[in-house]
Nanobody, 115 residues
């Protein structure tokens, strides 16, 4: 079984920055794609950043140029650096990790951006 633990959410003023982390633990697995989703109140969960094991990344237009996804394969950890945050970025942020034994979700972390 793979478990994911997210950290780094919180309250920040518009224009500020936050860094999220998501660490996968367990045994007998190998990570593939790692991604970040978010779900704002009253909206569907949306994929906005993903990174392959080799380091290739993709972003939704809404975060391109402001957010950076990265990973440390040795630590089975994915990161999200968020800069120039705006109130529209307020949401619960979830990490997703695809592995050779299935896909797994983090517990979610709240990010609130005040104007």
């Amino acid at each position: 079984q793979v478990q994911l633990v997210e950290s780094g959410g919180g309250l920040v003023q518009a224009g500020g920055s936050l860094r999220l982390s998501c660490a996968a633990s367990g045994s007998g697995f190998s990570t593939n794609v790692m991604a970040w989703y978010r779900q704002a109140p009253g909206k569907q969960r949306e994929l906005f950043a993903a990174i392959t094991r080799g380091g290739s990344s993709n972003y939704a237009d809404s975060v391109k140029g402001r957010f950076t996804i990265s990973r440390d394969n040795a630590k089975n950890t994915v990161y999200l650096q968020m800069n120039s945050l705006s109130p529209e970025d307020t949401a619960v942020y979830y990490c997703y990790v695809g592995t050779d034994v299935g896909g797994f979700w983090g517990q979610g972390t709240q990010v609130t951006v005040s104007s």
